[in-house]
């Protein structure tokens, strides 16, 4: 074995993806979830000089999208939870050993209905939730 040379590996299994305290199911074969922040946590100010000054972001807010297929069980309860406009807690886990995190939101919302399709296939739905904070705590 060639020395320095990093070995990882990944389990989609040993992700988890709680939302309003129920598992979802029926991810796509392309992703699971991803978490993306709406704003840079700093901005940067370069003086004439060249003295550089960070303004820090207080923003935390974020996008959970979940990637399912359109035949997961999940979608007609993300829906539902999107038709009563309720607030929820998110809470995604990852235990594999690389790059292990938990994050939990509270007061989520589902930004808007999923699609509804049909197709000769299934096809991949993604669904969008407002996390009010999506730094791993």
């Known amino acids: 074995m060639a020395k320095g040379i990093e070995v990882a590996s990944y389990d989609p299994k040993k992700v988890n993806v709680i939302v309003g305290g129920r598992t979802i199911t029926g991810f796509a074969a392309d992703g699971v979830v991803s978490v993306t922040k709406n704003e840079d946590s700093i901005t940067p100010a370069v003086g004439a000089k060249g003295d550089v000054t960070y303004s820090e972001n207080a923003n935390e807010s974020g996008t959970i999208a979940i990637t399912l297929m359109s035949t997961s069980?999940?979608?007609?309860?993300?829906?539902?939870?999107?038709?009563?406009?309720?607030?929820?807690?998110?809470?995604?886990?990852?235990?594999?050993?690389?790059?292990?995190?938990?994050?939990?939101?509270?007061?989520?919302?589902?930004?808007?209905m999923p699609d509804l399709t049909r197709n000769k296939e299934q096809s991949t739905i993604t669904v969008n939730i407002y996390a009010p904070s999506v730094v791993p705590r």
């Open 73 to 112: 069980s999940s979608l007609s309860y993300l829906r539902e939870l999107e038709a009563k406009r309720r607030a929820i807690n998110v809470t995604i886990s990852d235990v594999n050993d690389a790059d292990a995190f938990t994050l939990s939101a509270d007061n989520c919302r589902v930004m808007k």
